[in-house]
């Protein structure tokens, strides 16, 4: 570091840098939160989501499965993590990887068995982690005994269960389906001459909740897996679960913004408040549901405590921002300052920049090349772990894992894209835009296995991968992480110890600094008389960041994502490519 002028009453001084990445997971200290209202494990805790596909294949049969999880419990403990949400891991034909579910109460063959599942519960929960599982009720597989039951008569007592409109009324009004070969969201049956409606896939059938024995079975499931002692459900595709069953007509394109037309309907919210009544207020569990509406305040009736409906939102503005060709930073930073303070009173939101549905973090953010792929990975990390709201991390992102990019169709398994292809061969579509355009954003990039070690298959299984192994395995691995302390993984386990040690990053005041910087995102953090700053930068260039109102305040460096100190200079502190630096204010 160099030495300090003394007009510029400046101190740095490294605290909190813990080197070594196990000695401490960072558990938490409860006197520095005490006091604090409305504390909520939930809103405390660090979620690594977890896509069990692609984690740690036990059996050789190329497929992540339970007991590979069981085998990687200590590798959980030490991220410091505090719950895990896992993707379905229910039965399923897997039509669309488990999110096509064919028994509730059963776990997928490829995945393992029920002993499985409670062996890992049992494991997890000796570790202290948590364990939320994806509900996936907006629609089942056609696989599923109701939906069977329910095709085969128009009189049997399971038709209700889904929803039907009979051919003899002539074609039902459009819908669009988000998964569909020819984009249309009903499917004709021909053994009892009607359409069944998929937003999803022709697998997907979407289950009708205006029927309250649908409802009554899925709160029966919901406490089934309660009972076993899980502690919270993500609730998948849930905003569309509630719908106009008279099929009014949408005007003409009203699918370049079907949300507006899907989301929110009439009854959702008597729905959630059903499930809260007859589940979640019987447990203590953490409840979040895919998607926050349309609005703040459709993101408030969900979530705000007095309503009794669910626990936290989880909005799309922030994280559809991302683009493989470069993305608007300063609406980056508007968009999720603006939805922080939309929850600055009430409600609670999670911070996430990746999950199984969207390419990876590091190659939509930051930058994925050799020269800059770790620090910028860290930099991401540490705004995702140092925002208001819980963090969700996505598997592998705690390595920097890339997208894979691939070239040829033949490689893809993600249904919605290879439906997509046939679509845009059939239509006369531009194929090389179509393949560049998948290439860096179908979410098949985010489900590549974990690269664990050098071995074969990144170490991830002994047969052949149900998806190709990223490349980047042999020099992007959690093996060779683990021995360096200046890895993106140890710097990972250092944000996760520290948000945990510190409630000034759960439940502190957030405040964008300097919004229209274009290469800078900083923020302070504040909480009974505590300050700290975030100085993030999302550029490849160096910078000479100028700490502007701050400059004069004493201020200490609690961690930065390069080796040494930044070097400050004047009033202002050297910034390099996509450092990040957390200053407490002394
Ligand atoms: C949202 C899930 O996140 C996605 O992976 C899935 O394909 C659809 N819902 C359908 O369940």
């Given at each position: 570091m160099k030495k300090m002028p003394v007009w510029l009453t400046l101190v740095i001084v490294v605290i909190a840098c813990n080197n070594n990445p196990s000695s401490d997971t960072g558990k938490k200290d409860d006197t520095k939160f005490?006091?604090?209202?409305?504390?909520k494990w939930w809103k405390e805790a660090i979620v690594y989501q977890l896509y069990p596909r692609s984690?740690?294949?036990?059996?050789?049969?190329?497929i992540g499965d339970l007991r590979g999880i069981i085998s990687k419990l200590d590798y959980l403990q030490s991220l410091g993590i505090d719950a895990v949400w896992l993707n379905p891991i229910y039965?399923?034909?897997?039509?669309d990887n488990g999110y096509d579910v064919s028994d509730y109460r059963d776990i997928m063959k490829d995945f393992g068995t029920m002993e499985d599942f409670d062996a890992l519960l049992k494991g997890l929960h000796e570790r202290n982690i948590k364990i939320v599982m994806d509900l996936v009720v907006n629609h089942s597989s056609d696989e599923h005994e109701w939906f069977k039951q329910s095709r085969s008569a128009r009189n049997n007592p399971y038709r209700n269960y889904y929803h039907w409109w009979n051919a003899e009324k002539g074609k039902p009004p459009y819908r669009y389906s988000l998964f569909d070969i020819n984009h249309d969201a009903w499917m004709y049956d021909s053994l009892t001459n009607a359409y069944y409606l998929h937003y999803f896939s022709r697998k997907q059938p979407d289950l009708n909740w205006e029927n309250p024995q649908v409802r009554k079975e899925v709160y029966d499931i919901m406490k089934f897996w309660a009972d076993k002692g899980i502690d919270g459900f993500r609730l998948d595709a849930f905003q569309f679960v509630s719908k106009d069953t008279t099929y009014p007509a949408f005007p003409k394109g009203f699918e370049k913004n079907f949300i507006l037309y899907y989301a929110m309907g009439k009854n959702l919210h008597g729905y959630l408040q059903e499930m809260n009544r007859e589940v979640f207020s019987k447990y203590n569990m953490m409840s979040v549901a895919e998607g926050a509406g349309n609005t703040f305040e459709d993101a408030h009736n969900l979530?705000?405590?007095?309503?009794?409906?669910?626990?936290?939102a989880y909005a799309f503005e922030g994280v559809d921002i991302g683009n493989p060709k470069g993305y608007d930073f300063l609406r980056f930073k508007e968009v999720y300052s603006r939805w922080d303070s939309a929850f600055a009173e009430k409600g609670w939101l999670s911070v996430f920049l990746?999950?199984?549905?969207?390419?990876?973090m590091v190659s939509r953010f930051g930058n994925d090349g050799p020269a800059y792929r770790d620090v910028s990975s860290k930099m991401l990390n540490t705004f995702v772990l140092t925002m208001r709201g819980t963090p969700y991390c996505y598997y592998g992102d705690e390595l920097a894992m890339t997208n894979i990019g691939f070239d040829k169709i033949e490689d893809y398994r993600d249904v919605p894209t290879l439906n997509e292809y046939q679509y845009q061969k059939k239509t006369g579509g531009n194929m090389q835009e179509f393949m560049e355009k998948i290439k860096n954003s179908c979410r098949d990039n985010g489900r590549t296995p974990f690269q664990w070690d050098t071995t074969a298959h990144a170490g991830f299984t002994s047969g052949t991968p149900w998806i190709r192994v990223n490349p980047n395995y042999t020099s992007l691995n959690a093996a060779a992480q683990e021995k360096d302390p200046e890895s993106v993984l140890n710097y990972f386990r250092k944000l996760v110890k520290l948000r945990k040690e510190n409630p000034v990053l759960v439940y502190g005041k957030y405040t964008l600094l300097?919004?229209?910087?274009?290469?800078v995102y900083a923020y302070t953090r504040e909480l009974n008389g505590e300050k700290w700053m975030l100085l993030l930068n999302f550029s490849k260039d160096a910078i000479d960041y100028n700490f502007h109102e701050y400059k004069t305040i004493n201020k200490s460096l609690v961690l930065s994502n390069y080796a040494d100190a930044p070097e400050v200079a004047g009033p202002s502190v050297k910034l390099r490519p996509y450092q990040a630096v957390i200053y407490k204010m002394l």
């Open positions: 005490a006091g604090i209202p409305d504390r984690f740690k294949d036990s059996d050789g049969d190329g039965s399923s034909p897997n039509d979530v705000d405590a007095g309503r009794k409906e669910l626990d936290m990746a999950n199984h549905d969207q390419a990876r300097d919004k229209s910087n274009p290469k």
